[in-house]
T-cell receptor, first 116, second 114 residues
């Protein structure tokens, strides 16, 4: 069984400050990991993903995440927050179900608040 | 850029009524999914669909739920007799494959059961 834990339901930063959103996962197979962002009244948009290979992955809007197998973590960072980054962020792990097909398991989400 | 679309954006229904939520996945995608998000809770997997049949389903996806791809473009989720606890945001997603790769999500349908 797979699971995702996101520490902190809300994270507040000032514009220009470092953004760090934490994600820990468990998976019975080598994980595929994703960060999605949800702006108000919109669907889930992929920020970045890790499948295999380089453990530091870069995504859209200046975000990046590092896969650390030893820590079972996939934290999301951005060096300098913009007001437009205010949204809800979801970490997800893709595992293989009983039939061999994929299921996505999400964390509870972290609301990022950016103040001027 | 192609995107997943969902209709309606908001559906209000009475308890016990049937609802059908509609999705148009991205046209060259092969795998289709439904997820739901109850207010304040995490996004939960409901069902995946490939090659015109269900490939995986969660414990949530009981006999009250069904999915269908009635033509080459639509993908529907039917709830036969809605309960209050079915109130949630329902997201459709699709991907081209392999199945473990990123899924593209629609904007969701907010279902309110009164």
């Amino acid at each position: 069984a797979q699971s995702v834990t996101q520490l902190g339901s809300h994270v507040s930063v000032s514009e220009g400050a470092l953004v760090l959103l934490r994600c820990n996962y468990s998976s019975s197979v080598p994980p595929y990991l994703f960060w999605y962002v949800q702006y108000p009244n919109q669907g889930l948009q992929l920020l970045l993903k890790y499948t295999t290979g380089a453990t530091l992955v870069k995504g859209i809007n200046g975000f990046e995440a590092e896969f650390k197998k030893s820590e079972t973590s996939f934290h999301l960072t951005k060096p300098s927050a913009h007001m437009s980054d205010a949204a809800e962020y979801f970490c997800a792990v893709s595992d293989t179900g009983n039939s061999g097909y994929s299921t996505l398991t999400f964390g509870k989400g972290t609301m990022l608040l950016v103040s001027p | 850029e192609p995107e997943v679309t969902q209709t309606p954006s908001h559906q209000v229904t009475q308890m016990g009524q049937e609802v059908i939520l509609r999705c148009v996945p991205i046209s060259n995608h092969l795998y289709f999914y439904w997820y739901r998000q109850i207010l304040g809770q995490k996004v939960e997997f409901l069902v995946s669909f490939y090659n015109n049949e269900i490939s995986e389903k969660s414990e949530i996806f009981d006999d009250q739920f069904s999915v269908e791809r009635p033509d080459g473009s639509n993908f529907t989720l039917k709830i036969r007799s809605t309960k209050l606890e079915d109130s949630a945001m329902y997201f459709c997603a699709s991907n081209r494959g392999p199945p473990r790769d990123e899924q593209f999500f629609g904007p969701g349908t907010r279902l309110t059961v009164l």
